[in-house]
């Protein structure tokens, strides 16, 4: 605020990003598919993807042999996106519906935007 100056910090680390960063914008594949405050991820966080994120995100207390959780699925090609949801290939709740039709962004509740059906 004082000099005025805005910065745009990327990384796949959401608990990094949570700390640094006053508004998080998720993307996938080129599109945003969740934003939200700081501070309000781990918490209130809804898009599958930002779920998945926010599990890969090692713990202080992480234990060795601790069970991880990989994101399955094949990623699209960037260059020829799928009609449909752009996270439905690799999403544990896509339907028909997703494959068919991409999800807007929609507020739901104050300042927090997702885009996925499930919200709609
Ligand atoms: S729109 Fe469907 S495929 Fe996409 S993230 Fe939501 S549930 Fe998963």
């Keep these: 605020k004082e000099k005025n100056i805005t910065y745009l910090f990327i990384a796949h680390d959401l608990g990094l990003v949570d700390l640094m960063c006053h508004q998080v914008a998720v993307m996938y594949l080129g599109n945003v598919v969740e934003w939200l405050e700081h501070g309000r991820i781990a ?3 809804k ?15 992480f234990k060795p042999g601790e069970k991880i959780e ?3 699925g094949e990623i699209p090609s960037p260059l020829d ?18 494959v068919q039709v991409k999800p807007e962004l929609k ?9 996925c059906h499930m919200f709609d």
């Design 43 to 45: 918490e209130q966080c």
């Design 47 to 61: 898009h599958p993807y930002t779920k998945a994120l926010m599990g890969a995100v090692f713990k202080v207390d």
């Design 70 to 72: 990989p994101l399955e």
């Design 81 to 98: 996106l799928p009609p449909g949801c752009p996270f439905a290939s690799r999403c544990e709740h896509c339907t028909e519906h997703c």
């Design 107 to 115: 507020e739901v509740e104050h300042g927090h935007w997702v885009a």
